[in-house]
């Protein structure tokens, strides 16, 4: 019984949590506040569920490094410059030490007592045909975004999450976990939530997950090429020619689009956005570029990032708290924080790098602990190449892994990765699911 509560728990979690939001005009700013309520109050029902386990408690080696990095964001916490923040989080980010606690308890819950159920595949279908659908009608205005808490302000994509940055993080997961599933399974759906995912993908304009989704196609690539035979060749050229179709289709929207589709602003187009990544990757490659030129690139990722070393290196060790990052960069950078925002008219509260976030706040030794424990949990993922169910659920945790170097966690999309993490080590769930 409590083992199926425990699955109740993650399943609304994984599955519910990240469609939640608030009308517009309910609440303007707080888009994830419905989100962490729901969260945490489900956390603390894992975190009871555990204690009437404690008996069945056991941790290997994987466990004890993710036991050292949470003792690690205990310390930062307790010795916080905002020691409140450093527990609840920032305002609209809520990743503060309750949120991390929640992430763990669901890491572990999902790793020692999920088990397999025909219906989770239905959730997931469900979770991902809303969230693709939503934010595939919003990009042409189609959907009534005031419905959702977002802003059309930027003309991008965003779904139930908020921002497009987030909801390209669930799709760095969703496109190539149902990709992979359609190769190995074959089954008609998940051709089908490819495709859509994949045209959300694109018009969420997240170039961070472009990449993430990049690496993951090049893994994929050597899978093929291992397990080579007709049929995953039949399935190659379906998604190949599907998704070559849907990004000409979107690059070259037909004249009907502009004409029936009155909202819908052509200002924003996805050829654009690929333009920007044209020209900031020969912005790179120009002897000639001034600091300032270099400073713009990645939607000013690079300026952020070179404030966040700085704040590295002035406080290697605790770092200012979970989530505390502006508290941080106020109280030991002053004056370049002040510089900054005159400069550019633009404030930050992430580094937009997650390993930069976890160093810059908790501490370099954290991020060395947290590295450990990924590598760890993919070195046991080695055999993905020959082994299908390892291979589906490898495929998500690299792409999120790596768009994770140019975006930012968030409470609707890391659940997800750490259930990932988790499950991939449940040996009777991966059994249960061949």
Wanted: hydrophobic content about 50%.
């Amino acid at each position: 019984m409590t083992n199926k509560l425990i699955n109740i728990t993650i399943n609304l979690i994984i599955f519910i949590v990240p469609l939640l939001t608030l009308p517009y005009q309910i609440y303007r700013q707080s888009y994830n506040l419905p989100k962490i309520i729901v969260l945490l109050l489900l956390g603390l029902i894992l975190l009871i569920l555990v204690i009437i386990k404690k008996k069945e408690l056991k941790f290997d080696l994987i466990d004890k490094t993710l036991i050292t990095f949470y003792f690690l964001i205990i310390v930062s916490t307790i010795f916080s410059v905002n020691i409140y923040k450093a527990i609840i989080g920032e305002k609209n980010r809520y990743e503060g030490l309750l949120t991390f606690t929640v992430y763990f308890l669901v890491y572990y819950c999902a790793k020692n007592f999920y088990y397999y159920n025909k219906n989770i595949k239905y959730y997931a279908i469900a979770a991902v045909s809303i969230t693709s659908v939503i934010g595939i009608l919003q990009y042409y205005n189609i959907f009534p975004l005031n419905i959702l808490n977002v802003s059309n302000i930027y003309g991008f994509s965003s779904s139930t999450f908020g921002n497009r940055n987030f909801f390209g993080s669930f799709l760095a997961i969703v496109v190539p976990l149902f990709i992979s599933l359609y190769l190995i399974k074959n089954k008609k759906i998940y051709l089908f939530l490819s495709y859509t995912s994949f045209a959300a993908m694109l018009l969420s304009m997240t170039r961070s997950a472009w990449v993430g989704l990049a690496f993951a196609i090049i893994v994929g690539i050597i899978y093929i090429i291992k397990n080579f035979n007709k049929h995953i060749l039949k399935r190659t050229i379906y998604l190949v020619l599907g998704c070559s179709g849907i990004m000409l289709f979107l690059l070259f929207p037909p004249k009907f689009i502009e004409t029936y589709l009155s909202n819908y602003s052509s200002s924003n187009l996805l050829d654009k956005r690929l333009e920007l990544v044209s020209t900031e990757i020969n912005t790179i490659f120009e002897d000639t570029n001034s600091e300032q030129t270099i400073s713009k690139l990645g939607s000013g990722r690079i300026k952020i990032w070179s404030l966040t070393l700085k704040l590295i290196a002035k406080t290697p060790l605790l770092c200012s708290g979970p989530d505390t990052l502006i508290d941080g960069l106020l109280y030991n950078l002053k004056y370049e924080m002040y510089d900054y925002i005159l400069t550019t008219h633009a404030f930050f509260d992430k580094a937009h790098n997650e390993y930069l976030q976890i160093a810059a706040t908790i501490g370099i030794p954290a991020l060395i602990i947290y590295l450990s424990f990924l590598m760890q949990i993919l070195a046991k993922s080695k055999n993905m190449f020959n082994n299908n169910i390892v291979f589906i659920l490898t495929i998500p945790i690299i792409s999120y892994i790596v768009q994770a170097f140019f975006n930012i966690s968030t409470i609707g999309v890391a659940p997800i990765f750490w259930f990932l993490l988790g499950i991939i080590q449940n040996e009777k769930f991966k059994k249960d699911l061949e």
